[in-house]
């Protein structure tokens, strides 16, 4: 697949606010936030879109659930709750062909989204 800017955060090479990173994962506040908390949760090894994810990689996808978990605990906001979303493709708003999840705290979320 192409590179997208979030390969070259990855790599350092242009730069983000990163809140979190282990092996295989990397965490950094949205650009752009539509919440008072908005970090995107991205595997380091670059998956264009949730169709790509193959069985290999469901260790891989469940580690951004658990590390977007993880992290609104420790930031405090898990028990009032939060959302995660993974846009795919163009009917789901996908802007970055490389997978994200986003999670979204600090105020109510309205349902159903737009
Ligand atoms: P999506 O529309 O689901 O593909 O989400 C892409 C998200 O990436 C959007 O919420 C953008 O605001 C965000 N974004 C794009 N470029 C950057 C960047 N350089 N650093 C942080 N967030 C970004």
Partial sequence: MSDTIFSKIV???IPADIVFENDTVLAFRDLNPQAP???????KEPIATLNDVVPEQAELAGQLMIAAADYAKQEGFA???????MNCNQHGGQSVYHIHLHLLGGRQMAWPPG
């Fill in 79 to 85: 028990e009032d709750g939060y959302r995660v979303v």
């Fill in 37 to 43: 908390v908005h970090v995107l949760f991205i595997p």
């Fill in 11 to 13: 790599r350092r090479e």
